[in-house]
């Protein structure tokens, strides 16, 4: 393997505007808009960072994850990793503490997505908190939501236990087209600009402003940037808002179900 022409020159990175797609004895890899299981490979060790230190400041989900792929990818020897943590505890902002008797803190979670490739492809790598091997977080994950649908009878109780009818997104024809302008605007073009400025006060009243803003914690004076940036990245679950169906949860807090087990991984494997 040393003495092929390719060996260690494979570009892992390739542009999709700047390929040629055409198969050739020297093109190795698959085209680069072809993503799929098949880039989930590891390379050959070459031993090059068998010697080096990884110092991870923060044990939230960001360093968890970054120490993994150092790991699977980089190959770097699990002990020579070690976390430098402020709190006595793991997670971040997915932290976690308390018990039954004197109750709960958790700080927050996140909203999930199926389509969250780099977040996916870790843990179905990870041991399964509750379920035997061979069954992974994700395993897990897809067992409790393929077979236990999210469903909310109520979005929202008003006037003293009445149901809000969120049957409709209650957007005018103006609205809509401004959340298409929204959609189309360049990042640029954006900065400085509050949801406010940019929305009418018939959108700031309608049902789906209650829908969205509820679930992504968003007030009207915030950026308008965040906002578009995130309409690009949910408003694929935009018919599931009004009862919760396009939401997908774990089992227990996301502390216990992400953070806990990729935890015991990384100490198990010997990082610090």
């Known amino acids: 393997m040393n003495k092929t022409e390719n060996h260690r020159k494979v570009n892992h990175q390739p542009d999709?505007?700047?390929?040629?797609?055409?198969?050739?004895?020297?093109?190795?890899?698959s085209f680069p808009d072809?993503?799929?299981?098949?880039?989930?490979?590891?390379?050959?060790?070459?031993?090059?960072?068998?010697?080096?230190?990884?110092?991870?400041?923060?044990?939230?989900?960001?360093?968890?994850?970054?120490?993994?792929?150092?790991?699977?990818?980089?190959?770097?020897?699990?002990?020579?990793?070690?976390?430098?943590?402020?709190?006595?505890i793991e997670g971040g902002s997915l932290d976690g503490s308390g018990n039954a008797e004197t109750g709960y803190i958790i700080r927050?979670?996140?909203?999930?997505?199926?389509?969250?490739?780099n977040f996916w492809d870790m843990f179905q790598d990870i041991p399964a908190l509750e379920l035997p091997k061979p069954y992974s977080v994700l395993d897990e994950y897809r067992i409790v939501n393929d077979n236990d649908r999210n469903h909310s009878k109520a979005r929202l109780i008003?006037?003293?236990?009445?149901?809000?009818?969120?049957?409709?997104?209650?957007?005018n024809k103006k609205d809509q087209l401004v959340v298409m302008k929204l959609l189309l605007a360049k990042k640029e073009d954006l900065d400085d600009l509050t949801i406010e400025d940019w929305f009418s006060q018939t959108f700031l009243e309608s049902n789906f402003?209650?829908?969205w803003r509820t679930m992504f914690a968003f007030e009207n004076w915030q950026s308008l940037l965040e906002l578009k940036l995130y309409f690009h990245r949910f408003l694929h679950a935009i018919d599931g808002l009004n009862d919760l169906s396009s939401l997908v949860f774990p089992k227990y807090n996301q502390y216990d179900t992400f953070v806990v087990p990729l935890r015991k991984h990384l100490q198990e494997l010997g990082v610090k």
Request: proline fraction near 3%; charged fraction near 20%.
């Open 16 to 29: 999709a505007s700047q390929t040629r797609l055409q198969n050739v004895p020297t093109n190795t890899m």
């Open 34 to 88: 072809q993503i799929g299981n098949y880039q989930r490979n590891i390379g050959l060790p070459d031993g090059k960072f068998k010697d080096s230190k990884v110092y991870i400041v923060g044990s939230g989900i960001a360093g968890l994850s970054s120490a993994y792929y150092f790991i699977r990818e980089g190959q770097i020897p699990a002990e020579n990793i070690t976390f430098l943590e402020q709190l006595n």
């Open 108 to 117: 927050g979670g996140r909203e999930m997505d199926f389509t969250y490739e």
């Open 158 to 171: 008003h006037n003293k236990g009445e149901i809000k009818d969120f049957s409709k997104f209650a957007l």
């Open 209 to 211: 402003w209650w829908f």
